[in-house]
């Protein structure tokens, strides 16, 4: 059974490009995209980002300060952990929610062994809280999350096809690329994902797949085809 950390970003849920918060629509049609995943026989580790309340990043425009911002946004990934977690269990996939932050007795802290012993009883489990750090963020709270538990892959779900030459929003004509080494993915410091992920990948040999989340159900063939979006090794 292959082992895979999904790192699902926070705008998956979101209500609409402009608004904050998540819609259930959204969390339901998540659930059953990786209900399709569990049943197709993958071992499954979820982090959830905290980008559709806020991100640390837009500290300065709120003016508040970066490490309550960050804390926010800490939080944020729990309350999209707690819908998402709830939503897996009404779709029938045995689930369960840790949290690298205390939150009071609705939501267990994390710990390796607990994750583990849950993927034995066959379990979805989504952690929340990021890495508990403030000026970190989700990205690197599932690198760390792969290499604790070995995984095959570390899968970043993204809004766009994969890795560019260039930001493909601002340039219609960046080249996607196939496949990036880590080294050149640092070197060029391509923004799609936190260097400090991919220096901890590239550190344990955890390789990474960015695809973007309109694909998510192919990964049952993706995984070995590598047709679309990028991997980095
Ligand atoms: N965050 C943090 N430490 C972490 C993870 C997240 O401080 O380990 C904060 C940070 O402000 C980040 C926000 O939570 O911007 C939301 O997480 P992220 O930006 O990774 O979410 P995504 O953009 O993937 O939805």
Redesign the pocket.
């Known amino acids: 059974m292959k082992k895979i950390v999904l ?1 699902i ?3 998956s849920l979101q209500k609409d490009t402009q608004g904050s918060g998540f819609s259930i629509e959204n969390v339901y049609k998540v659930a059953s995209d990786l209900k399709y995943l569990y049943n197709f026989g993958f071992l499954l580790l979820i982090v ?5 309340f ?4 837009q500290h300065k425009e709120y003016n508040i300060s970066r490490l309550s ?6 939080i ?2 729990i309350i999209n952990s707690l819908a998402l977690c709830d939503a897996l269990k009404k779709e029938g996939v045995p689930s369960v929610l840790y949290s690298t932050i205390q939150v009071g007795n609705f939501c267990e802290e994390y710990s390796v062994e607990k994750a583990e012993n849950a993927f034995k009883d066959r379990n979805i489990v989504i952690v929340g809280g ?12 599932a690198a760390i999350r792969a290499i604790e538990h070995g995984a095959d892959w570390l899968i970043k779900l993204t809004k766009v096809d994969g890795v560019y030459n260039e930001d493909p929003v601002a340039n219609s004509r960046a080249i996607l690329y196939n496949e990036i080494s880590y080294d050149e993915f640092l070197i060029k410091k391509i923004n799609v994902m936190d260097l400090s992920a991919v220096t901890l990948c590239r550190d344990f040999l955890i390789p990474i797949y960015v695809l973007n989340m309109k694909h998510i159900r192919k990964l049952s063939y993706l995984i070995d085809e590598r047709s679309e979006g990028t991997v980095i090794y």
């Open positions: 790192k970003s926070g705008e959830l980002g905290g980008g559709n806020l991100r640390g990043a911002v960050d804390s926010m946004g800490m944020a990934t990021g890495t508990g750090i403030p000026y970190f963020s989700t990205d690197t709270s």
